[in-house]
């Protein structure tokens, strides 16, 4: 079984996944070509956090003796925990967006709070009715919330310990995203998914060492093939990092427990809110990159508030359910 020291591991790959996600649109606020292009780089964090989430989990409904029974009560744990934080990081879209119209800079109009598009945020419907997000990072909630959805159900199958049925999940599951490869749905990012599954087969000892690495093989090649060499180098990424780093890190630590809430309102706080907005000020490029310097620590710190006053509630409500299962 997963050791706790391993679970660090998971915490402070979630903390590198948010601030490359965070770093890489900061980057992008700049003009300097070479610059922009390194803050790509930062897209890497959204593989690596399917990665995460394939592998943690069906770890934590296996540690809980999980059953379909318990399929809605997973479903309620889950948007209790993460729905709180969510819908409140779009109520300070809300108001980041009226306090905008006072600036002279201001470009853009006012967000109206009452009306469909809100909704279909609430229920994660936006790129279905093929509407645009009020913050580009919430296009992966809806993924991980359809994979929850999906794997709520097909959870028994993960425990089922023959081989023959593991290579057969596998293999529907490597197979759909080339034939259902509408980016809409989770279906079609089930290869970035994979390297956490394996995972949990290899840990929770229901896959031998062979099997595991033979696969992993099979999915590093097929990645590569589905979205280029980022997606195998994500999954060396996420495997190598939780299968290897046993030793606590204390600022990884730190940014894995606020990673959620970092990734929610890096955007809305950091970007918009602060450097395209004091970027009105400035007029060198050097002037422009010493600002994110300045408002990096600022929107950790920002999120940290949020994660102890938002986040950390959600939390505690989402554990006191009885069906437990740590996340």
Known sequence: ????????????????????????????????????????????????FFAITGFIIPYSLYQSNYTIKNYFKFLIKRITRLDPPYLLSILGIFLLSYIAQLSPFSEGNLIEIVTEKTALHIFYLVKIADQDWFNPVFWTLAIEFQFYLLIGLLFPLLTIKKWVVQVLFFSTFCLIPFVLNDDT???????????????????????????????????????????????????????????????????????????????????????????????????????????????????????????????????????????????
């Open 1 to 48: 079984m997963l050791a706790d020291k391993n679970i660090h591991s998971v915490t402070m790959l979630r903390g590198i996944a948010s601030l490359a996600v965070c770093l890489g649109h900061f980057l992008g606020t700049l003009n300097t070509t070479s610059i922009v292009q390194f803050g790509k780089f930062g897209g890497y964090g959204v593989p690596i």
């Open 185 to 327: 749905f989770v279906t079609d990012y089930f290869i970035m998914f994979l390297p956490g599954v394996l995972l949990f087969w290899f840990f929770t000892k229901q896959m031998s060492r062979n099997l595991f690495l033979g696969l992993t093989t099979v999915l590093l090649v097929l990645g590569y093939f589905k979205g280029g060499f980022q997606t195998p180098i994500c999954a060396i990424i996420a495997i190598g990092f939780i299968l290897f780093v046993k030793k606590p890190i204390k600022p990884l630590i730190f940014l894995g427990t606020i990673s959620y809430s970092l990734y929610l309102i890096h955007t809305p706080f950091g970007t918009d809110g602060m450097i395209n907005f004091l970027q009105n000020y400035l007029e060198t490029e050097v002037e422009r990159a010493g600002l994110l310097f300045l408002c990096l620590p600022i929107t950790v710190l920002a999120s940290w508030m949020f994660y102890r006053i938002i986040e950390k509630p959600s939390m505690k409500w989402s554990k006191k359910l009885n069906y437990s299962e740590e996340i």
